[in-house]
Nanobody
């Protein structure tokens, strides 16, 4: 019920696309906001996108707006992060996490402490 499992990472060339998946449970999607984060070597983990329970609200970090799209497939109990126009600076381990305390219709990028359960991550490497 609590599990979050990321997949979909890989090695891609600049300008390419990837779709990351965060598989979880229906209970988690009904009760939690889901965030996507990334951590590059030597850098702090940063939030890139989030989606509210039910998917009515999304938010994106300025650095990824226009290139990243977060969505929910409730039939598959999966949250996706579509990444287009990949850049070398997108290279990182990408994690999904859940915010159990989120109110309906809300999600936050600004307080990682609210995200109390994390997946194991999936590596994205962008290079030519």
């Amino acid at each position: 019920q609590l599990q979050l499992v990321e997949s979909g990472g890989g090695n891609v060339q600049p300008g390419g696309s990837l779709r990351l998946s965060c598989a979880t449970s229906a209970l988690t999607l009904r009760s939690s906001a889901i965030g996507w984060f990334r951590q590059a070597p030597g850098k702090e983990r940063e939030a890139v996108s989030c989606i509210s329970r039910g998917g009515s609200t999304t938010d994106y970090a300025d650095s990824v707006k226009g290139r990243f799209t977060i969505s929910i497939d409730n039939l598959k109990n999966t949250v996706y992060l579509q990444i287009d126009s990949l850049k070398p600076e997108d290279t990182a381990v990408y994690y999904c996490a859940r915010d159990w305390s989120s109110l309906p219709g809300t999600c936050t990028l600004y307080d990682k402490r609210r995200y109390t359960y994390w997946g194991q991550g999936t590596q994205v490497t962008v290079s030519s």
